[in-house]
T-cell receptor, first 113, second 112 residues
Framework: KAGVTQTPRYLIKTRGQQVTLSCSPI?????VSWYQQTPGQGLQFLFE???????NKGNFPGRFSGRQFSNSRSEMNVSTLELGDSALYLC????????????FGPGTRLTVL | AQSVTQPDIHITVSEGASLELRCNYS??????LFWYVQSPGQGLQLLLK??????LVQGIKGFEAEFKRSQSSFNLRKPSVHWSDAAEYFC??????????FGQGTRLTINP
């Protein structure tokens, strides 16, 4: 079975721009979660989608948004980029039940200049 | 809110030595606990998880962890480390469905 894929792997943007990251889950998985990883704040939960509905949300500003499509693929969008948004963005997929294992993709490395 | 503490930011051990990485959590109910490993430039790989039942959990790559409710701990152990175990290790607690709260991570260096 193919793993979680994320595109693009690397991205460079400038302040004020917006960016869209994509995540394709493992086949059959209906839940996709997004995390931000930075050296200062570590791994932080952004949001989770299950069957096209946002089910859980972390403590991030409204500039961070996401969606999920009927094939379970998910996108996250960051508008009006700030320097502090530079991070590794990881997505994870699972079957979606409590305590189910989350399988992580390799991440998208976003650099904001 | 749940929290996870990994007291050791960086640990160095010699190849072949035993390893214990510490993890303490704060959670009101029975926690779902996980250990993940991250190699440079990679995503996270699950080593093992505790859901219920036997408090000693076996994982991949020869790792095990023991859940101790009285100490709110879930320490990761390996009897003999290999150079390929050098990586960053994250302990996490599950909060609700599919939200993981991570510790700050422990970076493991292996001396030859």
């Amino acid at each position: 079975k193919a793993g979680v894929t994320q595109t693009p792997r690397y991205l460079i943007k400038t302040r004020g721009q917006q960016v869209t990251l994509s995540c394709s889950p493992i086949s059959g998985h209906r839940s996709v979660s997004w995390y931000q990883q930075t050296p200062g704040q570590g791994l932080q939960f952004l949001f989770e989608y299950f069957s096209e509905t946002q089910r859980n949300k972390g403590n991030f500003p409204g500039r961070f948004s996401g969606r999920q499509f009927s094939n379970s693929r998910s996108e996250m969008n960051v508008s009006t980029l700030e320097l502090g948004d530079s991070a590794l963005y990881l997505c994870a997929s699972s079957l979606g039940m409590t305590a189910d294992t989350q399988y992580f993709g390799p991440g998208t490395r976003l650099t904001v200049l | 809110a749940q929290s996870v503490t990994q007291p050791d930011i960086h640990i160095t051990v010699s190849e072949g030595a035993s390893l214990e990485l510490r993890c303490n959590y704060s959670y009101g109910a029975t926690p779902y606990l996980f250990w993940y490993v991250q190699s440079p430039g990679q995503g996270l790989q699950l080593l093992l998880k505790y859901f219920s039942g036997d408090t000693l959990v076996q994982g991949i790559k020869g790792f095990e962890a023991e859940f101790k409710r009285s100490q709110s701990s879930f320490n990761l152990r390996k009897p003999s480390v290999h150079w390929s175990d050098a990586a960053e290790y994250f302990c996490a607690v599950g909060e609700g469905a599919q939200k993981l709260v991570f510790g700050q991570g422990t970076r493991l260096t292996i001396n030859p």
